[in-house]
């Protein structure tokens, strides 16, 4: 198929991507975590190895096998996702945060599983994850820095403000609130967001979906100055 085929657009590039879900742990036991699947991600790595490019796959705990002809770095945590996307970051030509990551963590992780009470509320403290994408789009030397909007209403303004806030040259704008696309599903529908324009792509499967971005991300990076 076309997709086996190097299409060369990003040869000699090194593409950075996250996926999945992160896991908070709140004992050896418990975490807290998301419905995240890793395919979008994944199927973004796929296309970006078929476009040439060489792949490093910073992946939370799915049930996916390891794509071939990539590096795949398996992380638990956002702080570990972090780490591992800051690792090498000076070889990364283009960032894509295709990640769930928990947007907060439990404050401690207790050292033994913890007890029922005898209480019958049980309030837990929770502090906030560092944001890994605006970390990367805030360094000196940033790579073309790409993140997700995930939202379930008033899609386009919340992904302009986070393309704004993060300081990323593109958004991928993605409603969560429509059934059968998007989080744990086989297809996607997206809006890609940049400065001065959008783009809709209509709904099909993560692998066409994932190669279209690709082509699109690549075009963007060439004609970026
Ligand atoms: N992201 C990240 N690190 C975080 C949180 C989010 O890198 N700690 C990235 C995601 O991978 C995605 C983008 O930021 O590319 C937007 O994630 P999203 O959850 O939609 O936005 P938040 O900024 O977390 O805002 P909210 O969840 O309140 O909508
Ligand atoms: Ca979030």
Redesign the pocket.
């Known amino acids: 198929t076309a997709a086996q085929f190097d299409t060369g657009l990003l040869s000699g590039k090194t593409v950075f991507i ?1 996926a999945g879900p992160t896991r908070e742990a709140l004992d050896p036991v418990r975490y807290i975590s998301n419905h995240s699947s890793g395919k979008m991600g994944y199927a973004l790595a796929q296309a970006a190895v078929d476009a040439g490019a060489r792949v490093k796959l910073i992946s939370g705990p799915v049930n996916l096998p390891a794509p071939p002809r990539m590096e795949r770095v398996q992380v638990q945590s ?1 702080q570990d996702m972090l780490a591992a996307a800051m690792d090498g970051i000076d070889s990364c030509d283009i960032f894509i ?3 769930a ?1 928990a ?1 907060y963590r439990p404050t401690a992780v207790s050292e033994h599983k913890l007890k029922k009470g005898a209480e019958e509320i049980m309030e837990l403290r929770l502090v906030k ?5 605006a970390s990367v789009a805030a360094l000196p030397r940033k790579p073309f820095t790409v ?4 939202e379930t209403r008033d899609l386009l303004s ?1 992904a302009r403000s ?1 393309l704004e806030r ?1 300081n990323l040259d593109l958004i991928v704008a993605n409603d969560v609130s429509q059934p059968g696309i998007g989080f744990n599903s086989d297809e996607n529908a997206v809006t890609l967001v940049s400065r001065d324009a959008a783009l809709v792509l209509p709904q099909t499967s993560k692998r066409q979906l994932a190669s279209q971005l690709i082509r699109q991300i690549a075009e963007l990076y060439n004609r970026a100055p």
Request: hydrophobic residues 55%.
């Open positions: 996250t956002a945060a295709a990640a990551v947007d994850n560092p944001d890994i994408v993140g997700f909007a995930a919340y986070k993060k």
